[in-house]
């Protein structure tokens, strides 16, 4: 399947319509888009934040029917806490919503490197190997 995990850095930019996006375009484009729960309820705090009004909240929500929320599982939360735990060790801790993000891009396509922003923590966390972030 020719797809991608994305984190809530890349969703903003293609929302926002930033100019920074383009340099992921390779990784996305024509691409079926994944994000983590954790993404999604980054995303769904962003109008309770901002107060926005009603038309910007319909705007979000339809953005976000281009992604598929992926499943959490007991395995998927185990390497979470694996991944978070090494890295704590390692003296370079992982904010709750990175590391759920970068071990669902790991766990549902292992043999692809992840995309956009998740190969700078990946690199940034040396907890991985580096041959995933190539």
Request: proline fraction near 6%; charged fraction near 25%; include cysteine.
């Amino acid at each position: 399947m020719n797809a991608a995990v994305v984190d809530t850095d890349v969703v903003s930019m293609l929302f926002k319509g930033d100019t920074r996006v383009l340099a992921y375009q390779p990784h996305v484009a024509g691409r079926l888009l994944g994000i983590s729960f954790m993404t999604l309820a980054e995303l769904e705090r962003w109008p309770l934040e901002r107060d926005w009004g009603f038309r910007r909240k319909q705007e979000l929500t339809q953005h976000l029917t281009r992604y598929v929320v992926l499943p959490v599982n007991r395995e998927l939360c185990a390497k979470w806490a694996e991944v978070s735990s090494a890295a704590r060790r390692k003296g370079r801790p992982i904010q709750t919503a990175d590391a759920w993000t970068a071990v669902s891009a790991l766990y549902y396509d292992p043999r692809s490197p992840p995309t956009g922003a998740i190969i700078r923590r990946l690199t940034a966390w040396s907890c991985f190997p580096r041959s995933h972030c190539l």
